[in-house]
């Protein structure tokens, strides 16, 4: 299935996009796209009954937000550095484990919405990523296998990043990632039984419409079971929760001087196969 929230910011109410592309109204049915559902076996049996039987009603898409699909985020987890092509357009060592930082819930976004430069950033930089929406809470996951059945669906995210705000003004990297509008979402949670090999999926971003990141999760350094195997050792992962598994090569970082980051008035398109599409003017903030 394919679900999403649209509405007015802090309005969104919860839909799904059909089989054939219609827009169906979920509201009739649940509260809201959210952990709580994830987690509820028979609700989500529910919707995809009536989605199967035609019996939820269409709602017009015409001039309609899409929101971020996934409400009251629990933790956005991040996966730092875990593309082989990323590391060699940086030039930086293979992580021996995974490199995690956070992002804050607040940060996450529609994905057309504006997305906002910050007052005095001169390196504002894109990163296409798949993002992992779990479904059950994880404990110490012993197996790949295990940590798959954890997950609830994926969706596409842009983990936007203030490159000299996470690099070159100390501390840890979080003050160049949690900026606000630093991580839009969607436009659906897909669920995971629409993607059978998350090892398999092609990632783009243009800027401008100039094509900037053509990447595969098969160049993922730590695959998304690893990553959610792994994760769950060092903290419990509840529905809800999202995971940012990392971006592959074509960032504004890694390119030649002077390098290319982003302005106002710029537009970044993102799509995922399977996943869909985003498309944000960036402004000042």
Known sequence: MKLLRVGTVGAE???LLDESGVLRDLSGLVNDIDGELLADGSALARVREAAETGTLPALDAEGLRIG??????GKVVCIGLNYHDHARETGAAIPAEPIIFFKAADT????DDTVLVPRKSEKTDWEVELAVVIGRTA?????????????AGYAVA???SEREFQIERGGTWDKGKNCETFNPLGPWLVTADEVPDPQALS???????????DG??????????EVVRYV??????YPGDVINTGTPAGVAMGAAEPKPYLRSGDVVELEIAGLGRQRQEFADA
């Not at 971020?68 to 985020?73: C, E, K, Q, S, T």
């Not at 990632?203 to 990141?213: A, D, P, R, S």
């Not at 769950?232 to 992962?237: A, G, N, P, R, V």
């Open 13 to 15: 109410r919860p839909a």
């Open 139 to 151: 404990r110490y996951v012993d197996t790949a296998e295990e940590a798959l059945a954890h997950v």
């Open 108 to 111: 996450v976004v529609g994905p």
């Open 68 to 73: 971020p699909p996934l409400g009251r985020i």
């Open 203 to 213: 990632l783009k971003l243009w800027v401008n419409g100039e094509l900037k990141q």
């Open 216 to 225: 595969t999760t098969a160049e993922q350094i730590f695959p998304v079971a």
């Open 232 to 237: 769950s050792q060092f903290m419990t992962l």
């Open 158 to 160: 842009n983990d936007v």
